[in-house]
């Protein structure tokens, strides 16, 4: 399978980059410069913002994250840009892709290994989820803009959106998993820093442990592939039943999206 991701070279952006290039089954490709996948906007310089702005034309921000991380670490928006902020997180509480939290929160890592933990939450983000009913509506009704969809660093919740993104264009399950699978690469530098940040919380032990949590380890997408197939057998009767992609509106998507 061909998959051509296009890093966009900003020093102080999270796991950024173009969906442009990644074919789907059919043949086509993603057209560069209108779909993006990222972590947060919070340290981006005004250079940064301009280049976004000017360069790559994005138009709309979808923000993943919970209103607390978002307020916590607010994304320095660049001129013109409509910002969404719907929280992904899973609406039962059990588990949370608020990483830091889940960092020094020991209450759940005695329930569950942290492996087990990020499994659980792959499996519940493709279900019920207010976050990817407003990416759906985006992606169907805003004409074609511009996109960049984004969480903390830009892996879990994320992932399953752009996963949505991905088999709605048509793109084949493997492919969608090669795309995942580059976080854990771009990801290197910025869980070093994490780790750096709380080396005074938790001990090296502890610090061992958490490291699942920041992997994106296949078995945690392939979790969620797993449990929409449990459900809805195809990502095509998840992507309609879910999220009411029909082909028509499937369609209209391509038709924005694609070469």
Same mark, same amino acid.
């Given at each position: 399978?061909?998959?051509?991701?296009?890093?966009?070279?900003?020093?102080?952006?999270?796991?950024?980059?173009?969906?442009?290039?990644?074919?789907?089954?059919?043949?086509?490709?993603?057209?560069?410069?209108?779909?993006?996948?990222?972590?947060?906007?919070?340290?981006?310089?005004?250079?940064?913002?301009?280049?976004?702005?000017?360069?790559?034309?994005?138009?709309?921000?979808?923000?993943?994250?919970?209103?607390?991380?978002?307020?916590?670490?607010?994304?320095?928006?660049?001129?013109?840009?409509?910002?969404?902020?719907?929280?992904?997180?899973?609406?039962?509480?059990?588990?949370?892709?608020?990483?830091? =939290?889940?960092?020094? /929160? !020991?209450?759940?890592? #005695?329930?569950?290994?942290?492996?087990?933990?990020?499994?659980?939450? *792959? @499996? +519940?983000?493709?279900?019920?989820?207010?976050?990817?009913?407003?990416?759906?509506?985006?992606?169907?009704?805003?004409?074609?803009?511009?996109?960049?969809?984004?969480?903390?660093?830009?892996?879990?919740?994320?992932?399953?959106?752009?996963?949505?993104?991905?088999?709605?264009?048509?793109?084949?399950?493997?492919?969608?998993?090669?795309?995942?699978?580059?976080?854990?690469?771009?990801?290197?530098?910025?869980?070093?820093?994490?780790?750096?940040?709380?080396?005074?919380?938790?001990?090296?032990?502890?610090?061992?442990?958490?490291?699942?949590?920041?992997?994106?380890?296949?078995?945690?997408? =392939?979790?969620?592939? /797993? !449990?929409?197939?449990? #459900?809805?057998?195809?990502?095509?009767?998840?992507?309609?039943?879910? *999220? @009411? +992609?029909?082909?028509?509106?499937?369609?209209?998507?391509?038709?924005?999206?694609?070469?």
């Amino acid at each position: 399978m061909s998959l051509s991701p296009h890093i966009v070279p900003i020093k102080n952006g999270i796991n950024f980059r173009d969906l442009g290039g990644i074919k789907t089954k059919n043949g086509r490709q993603i057209r560069s410069g209108l779909l993006f996948r990222s972590g947060d906007f919070s340290k981006i310089s005004q250079e940064e913002q301009t280049f976004i702005s000017q360069q790559l034309g994005i138009d709309v921000i979808l923000d993943y994250r919970d209103i607390s991380e978002a307020q916590r670490r607010p994304d320095n928006l660049w001129h013109q840009v409509q910002y969404f902020n719907v929280p992904a997180n899973p609406l039962t509480g059990d588990v949370s892709a608020n990483l830091t =939290q889940e960092l020094t /929160d !020991a209450n759940d890592l #005695k329930k569950r290994s942290p492996a087990d933990f990020m499994i659980k939450l *792959y @499996q +519940l983000l493709p279900f019920n989820n207010p976050a990817y009913h407003t990416l759906v509506d985006l992606l169907v009704n805003n004409h074609g803009k511009s996109l960049v969809q984004h969480c903390a660093i830009g892996k879990d919740r994320t992932g399953i959106g752009v996963a949505l993104t991905l088999f709605a264009l048509g793109v084949d399950e493997e492919t969608v998993m090669l795309d995942y699978i580059l976080s854990e690469q771009l990801l290197a530098p910025v869980r070093e820093q994490i780790f750096a940040d709380y080396q005074n919380m938790l001990d090296p032990q502890q610090m061992e442990l958490r490291k699942p949590i920041f992997a994106a380890n296949p078995l945690y997408l =392939q979790s969620a592939f /797993d !449990a929409i197939k449990a #459900k809805y057998d195809t990502f095509d009767n998840w992507l309609e039943s879910e *999220y @009411q +992609l029909t082909d028509e509106k499937r369609q209209i998507i391509q038709n924005h999206y694609l070469i």
